[in-house]
Structure formats: C-alpha cells, structure tokens
C-alpha cells in the first residue's frame, strides 16, 4: 500500500512560492556587502596606521639629529661632521635607513646656513606606494 501525502495549496501559494529561497539570497547579498565594507575599512586603517608610524619614526629621527647638532655646537668642525660624508652624518643616516622605507632613492638631507639656519629633511616612500612623503625640521642656532 501506497501512502500519498496532501497537501493543502491555500489561496495564492503559487505566488508565494521561491520567496524564501529570495528572501535568503537578499540577505546573503547584504551580509557579504558588509563583510567586504569592514574589510575595506580595517585596510584603510591599516595604512593610516603605518604612515603614522613613518611620521612618528621621522619626527624622533629628525629631532635626535637636531639634539646632537645642539649638543656638538661648541665643536669646530661640525659642520664637517654632519656633512653627508661625515662621520656623525654617516651614522644618522644608517640609523633613518633602518627606521624608514624607501630611503636609499630619497636620502635625508642636513643643510647649514651661514646665519645659522639649520634644516633637516627625511624623505621615505613606502613600499606599495608612488609618491614619497617628506618630513622637514628646521632651527637657527649661533654656529
């Protein structure tokens, strides 16, 4: 014997049928769209995150140099020292290369003037980017 099940078809089932089956795709779509949309977001973050950091390290950089320009100001020769062969230059420069992407195409720059302007430029670019960023330090101290 042979059992048949009915089912009972209401007013206007045909009409229903499949809506939960769209019903499930609409909210699979809107969940996936949000997914990728906090994805998007923490890379964002991510790289804002970095920069910071470059600019962080260039600042502590730059203002170390400044400090052991101030430091050495009674020396005579300094600036033979800071001249980019010169042994206090040669130092800074190894440690901004370790501290900063990029720096080897775009290396750091300490200008003397003869009224003593003092100006210091960091310039890196990271790795995924096209266009460097540039951070400058300047002071006027008697040399």
Known sequence: M???MRTRHGHGAGRQRGALLLQS???VALFSA???SLLLVSATAVDQVSQAHYRANASLLAGK??????LGSNDADLRKQWATDGDAFKAWRG???AALPGVGALPPLIT???DGAIVITLRWRAPAETQGH???IATRMPI
């Open 134 to 136: 540039k951070h400058v």
């Open 112 to 114: 003397f003037d003869t």
């Open 25 to 27: 795709l609409i909210a």
């Open 95 to 97: 440690e901004v290369e």
């Open 65 to 70: 140099a400044l400090a052991q320009i101030r």
């Open 2 to 4: 042979r059992l048949r």
């Open 34 to 36: 949000g997914i990728v």
